[in-house]
């Protein structure tokens, strides 16, 4: 079975602060992982994703995440924090070699992301 | 239009009546979902279709139905609502389901309907 766990409900960082929002992951094998933002009232919008290679991938709006397979994980993470980054983001795992062929992605229940100025 | 369409973007719904939510993309993904979003829980996947004729039920698929007639249209159907299913759903469409290698692979979601059972 495929699961993914965001520990925190909330974040809340200082404007320009480096911010964390963590995520991790359950699933047979290799996975695919991505993260989703979420803003008010709209729907979830792509930020960047691990396939393969570099565990270190960069995403839009300069985020970045680090896959870390020791320890099933895929935080999220970004260097100096703006206010319009405030937002629910969402981690998605899908398992490598999904035999259904469904390609579907497990998401996490969120993290809200407040940057406060 | 320019990625995914869903209508209403929001409804109050008597419990016992029979509503269709509206999806259409324009992007000619093959893969379409519903999903329903719910405070605490996330998003749940309730159904979907891997190609045009084809659908398949996700993690909670009871009281509602689905079709794909063609790539572009799929629409989700509560035959009997009931107050449990007041929620936000979320239509998404992938470009592929068997090549995680390409550019765009991932999800494109639509902005959602607010669906409220009183």
């Known amino acids: 079975a495929q699961s993914v766990a965001q520990p925190e409900d909330q974040v809340n960082v200082a404007e320009g602060n480096p911010l964390t929002v963590k995520c991790t992951y359950s699933v047979s094998g290799n996975p695919y992982l991505f993260w989703y933002v979420q803003y008010p009232n709209r729907g979830l919008q792509f930020l960047l994703k691990?396939?393969?290679?570099?565990?270190l991938v960069k995403g839009s709006y300069g985020f970045e995440a680090e896959f870390n397979k020791s320890q099933t994980s895929f935080h999220l993470k970004k260097p100096s924090a703006l206010v319009s980054d405030s937002a629910l983001y969402f981690c998605?795992?899908?398992?490598?070699?999904?035999?259904?062929?469904?390609?579907?992605?497990?998401f996490g229940t969120g993290t809200r992301l407040t940057v406060i100025p | 239009i320019a990625g995914i369409t869903q209508a209403p973007t929001s409804q109050i719904l008597a419990a016992g009546r029979r509503m269709t939510l509206r999806c259409t993309q324009d992007m000619r993904h093959n893969a379409m979902y519903w999903y329903r979003q719910d405070l605490g829980l996330g998003l749940r996947l309730i159904h979907y279709?891997?190609?045009?004729?084809?659908?398949g039920k996700g993690e909670v698929p009871d009281g509602y139905s689905v079709s794909r007639a063609n790539t572009d249209d799929f629409p989700l159907t509560l035959a009997s609502a009931v107050p449990s299913q007041t929620s936000v759903y979320f239509c998404?469409?992938?470009?592929?389901?068997?090549?995680?290698?390409?550019?765009?692979?991932?999800?494109?979601f639509g902005s959602g309907t607010r669906l409220t059972v009183v």
């Open positions: 998605a795992v899908r398992a490598r070699g999904d035999l259904t062929g469904a390609n579907n992605l497990f």
């Open positions: 279709s891997n190609t045009a004729g084809t659908t």
């Open positions: 998404a469409s992938s470009d592929s389901y068997q090549s995680p290698s390409r550019a765009n692979y991932g999800y494109t």
């Open positions: 691990y396939i393969t290679g570099d565990n």
